[in-house]
């Protein structure tokens, strides 16, 4: 069962651009479309998540922001093109995590953590992220004593210090026409992090699934948790999935 709906995700997922003037018609989330049975009104599980909604950046604007230029400096003290960014994505797709070795630098020889995500957000963004050494474990699942959940396809995360770089326009799936000019780096150096505000795809009855999957109506006066819901939908819908 949970095969067949990854398959239809990501057949969804490959034509997104395509099809993205029908996925975002503006629909508004009313209580009832979180509602599920009778079973589940006595379970109360309050959205966790907090962050500030100025900090986010999305994907279409960083694409077609200037890159920074000149060496770097204090306020921005990476090379030119890239900076940090907060961002509020789906997970589209995940390969990974993989060993490879290091071919240069100090850590030539060396073998380390690599996984490849590719992630999108209602505004029309889909792009690559790759995650490097223990980040690249801890969000792989590689660390299962982390006590941290691994990501899945169509989890909403929100990341933090992400490395943004501009780069030649590239397909982001196969036999898609979507293109993006940015590309997202996650590693312990730059103190990336993620954090799973839902999960619109669970597998079986795994609890830990389910507390993923906050009761959005709880926390629908907070700005941020419309935010989510807004994403939430977008993947379901753009998935063909229920929208709940």
Avoid at 100 to 116: C, Q, T
Avoid at 230 to 236: A, I
Wanted: charged residues 20%; aromatic residues 6%.
């Amino acid at each position: 069962m949970s095969g067949a709906r990854d398959a239809t995700f990501l057949r969804a997922s490959q034509s997104l651009f395509r099809s993205v003037h029908e996925t975002q018609e503006t629909t508004s989330f009313g209580y009832s479309q979180y509602t599920g049975g009778d079973s589940d009104a006595s379970v109360m599980r309050f959205p966790a998540f907090h962050f500030a909604l100025h900090t986010l950046s999305s994907l279409g604007a960083l694409a077609h922001t200037p890159a920074p230029t000149g060496p770097p400096r204090v306020s921005c003290p990476f090379a030119a093109g890239k900076r940090k960014a907060h961002l509020l994505v789906a997970v589209l797709e995940l390969d990974g995590p993989d060993a490879i070795r290091i071919k240069k630098g100090a850590d030539a020889g060396k073998e380390v953590a690599l996984l490849r995500v590719v992630v999108g957000d209602p505004d029309g963004g889909v792009c690559r992220l790759t995650a490097w050494r223990e980040v690249a474990e801890e969000w792989g699942g590689a660390q299962p004593d982390a006590g941290a959940p691994s990501l899945k396809k169509g989890d909403v995360v929100h990341l933090q210090n992400v490395l943004v770089s501009k780069e030649s326009p590239t397909p982001v799936a196969a036999g898609t026409r979507t293109t993006s000019s940015i590309a997202l780096t996650a590693s312990p150096a730059l103190g990336s992090a993620v954090t799973i505000c839902y999960r619109t795809m669970p597998w079986g009855d795994d609890p830990a699934d389910e507390k993923l999957r906050p009761d959005l109506r709880l926390g629908f006066s907070d700005a941020a948790v419309r935010k989510v819901a807004d994403v939430v939908q977008w993947v379901q819908s753009t998935a063909g999935l229920p929208v709940l």
